[in-house]
Every structure is written in structure tokens, then in C-alpha cells.
T-cell receptor
Framework: ETGVTQTPRHLVMGMTNKKSLKCEQHLGHNAMYWYKQSAKKPLELMFVYSLEERVENNSVPSRFSPECPNSSHLFLHLHTLQPEDSALYLC????????????FGNGTRLTVT | EDQVTQSPEALRLQEGESSSLNCSYTVSGLRGLFWYRQDPGKGPEFLFTLYSAGEEKEKERLKATLTKKESFLHITAPKPEDSATYLCAAGGNAGKSTFGDGTTLTVKP
């Protein structure tokens, strides 16, 4: 399998639930990212990991918790979300975190009820 | 603060009708200007990277160009399968990419 794979593709959760999004990249890249994509808004960077170390956290609420156990896997743990957190969550990877192009997965469509 | 503005927001073309998409940017220390294509229900797909003013890249019916303030994505004789949202992103210091809102292109047969 090649590229960036995200699971699940769709997720519906209540405000009191805890869930996790998973991302796996098969490109041998050293950097991984979480982006949020909402309707009519540009892509918002949430977290960046380079060589498994978090290098950026864009003032994201603590109800979103990332985890990067190795350079191929990235998780986003979700708890006590709000309806406004409903969006498409995209994982991406790049060769390095200093300006290489991003390779995206197809995202997880999250709906918070 | 880094800023990227794309225009138009939406573009409708007839098959074969060439046009251009614009991406204006203000970035400290540009490390690369990126173009992506996004189809409904999918993640963005990387198209081009441009690094310096005057650079051009081509892929099939698409050609991307770069000046010191903006980039253009020229679409020559488009086909319906070129319909998608095209995203522009500017990579600045520390490698962070700032994205524009995108241009949604519809090509009618």
C-alpha cells in the first residue's frame, strides 16, 4: 500500500465520547501533520511532528490530543468535542518540515452531535 | 503575518476555453509556492512546487508560473475531468504552509 491512509473515513460522535483518528504513511517521510478543513475556510494547521517530535501546536484546544509513536503513524485523540469541531480532518506527510510539498490522506469526516 | 489570497472563488468554463487562476501571497522568506488539486471527498493532491520568480512548471493542460507577489495556474483547453478545487499554499519560514481558500473550477462539456 502506498501514500497516506486515514481511518475511519467517517465518524459521528456525541459531545461526551472519546474517539481517535488514525493516519499511516508509506512514503518514508520524516514529518507528519494534522489539518482541519471547514466549509468556506482555508486549511488550518493543527499539529506538526518532525522525526516523532512535536514541532508546532497552533493553539489548538486541549480536547484535541495528538500522538506520534513513530515516523509512519500519527493519531489524533478526541474527547468532549463541540459541534463546531465538525469538519474534515486531514493528515499529511512530507519529506521534512522545512518546506517540502505535502502528501495528504483522504481525511476523516467528523460530525459532532 | 503570512497571507495567501486566491481568485476567483469559483470559475465556470466551457470545455476547451482556456483561463487562469490567481494566487497572491505575502510571506516572509518564501520557501516554496505549492499548487494542489482537491476532488470532492478526497484530500488535496500535490501538483507543483515553484521556488523562485520566473520559474514555470507544466503538467498536461496545467502550467504554473511565479512572480515575486503572485502565482498563476494556467489551464489550456480544459476538459470536464479538470473540474476540481485548486488550492495554493505558500511555504514560509520554519516550513509552515499558509493555504488560500481555493478556486472551484467547473468545466462544462
Amino acid at each position: 500500500e502506498t501514500g497516506v491512509t486515514q481511518t475511519p473515513r467517517h465518524l459521528v460522535m456525541g459531545m461526551t465520547n472519546k474517539k481517535s483518528l488514525k493516519c499511516e504513511q508509506h512514503l518514508g517521510h520524516n514529518a507528519m501533520y494534522w489539518y482541519k478543513q471547514s466549509a468556506k475556510k482555508p486549511l488550518e494547521l493543527m499539529f506538526v511532528y518532525s522525526l516523532e517530535e512535536r514541532v508546532e501546536n497552533n493553539s489548538v484546544p486541549s480536547r484535541f490530543s495528538p500522538e506520534c509513536p513513530n515516523s509512519s503513524h500519527l493519531f489524533l485523540h478526541l474527547h468532549t468535542l463541540q459541534p463546531e469541531d465538525s469538519a474534515l480532518y486531514l493528515c499529511a506527510s512530507s519529506q521534512d518540515s522545512t518546506g517540502s510539498p505535502l502528501h495528504f490522506g483522504n481525511g476523516t469526516r467528523l460530525t459532532v452531535t | 503575518e503570512d497571507q495567501v489570497t486566491q481568485s476567483p472563488e469559483a470559475l465556470r468554463l466551457q470545455e476547451g476555453e482556456s483561463s487562469s487562476l490567481n494566487c497572491s501571497y505575502t510571506v516572509s522568506g518564501l520557501r516554496g509556492l505549492f499548487w494542489y488539486r482537491q476532488d470532492p471527498g478526497k484530500g488535496p493532491e500535490f501538483l507543483f512546487t515553484l521556488y523562485s520568480a520566473g520559474e514555470e512548471k507544466e503538467k498536461e493542460r496545467l502550467k504554473a508560473t511565479l512572480t515575486k507577489k503572485e502565482s498563476f495556474l494556467h489551464i489550456t483547453a480544459p476538459k470536464p475531468e479538470d473540474s476540481a478545487t485548486y488550492l495554493c499554499a505558500a511555504g514560509g519560514n520554519a516550513g509552515k504552509s499558509t493555504f488560500g481558500d481555493g478556486t472551484t473550477l467547473t468545466v462544462k462539456p
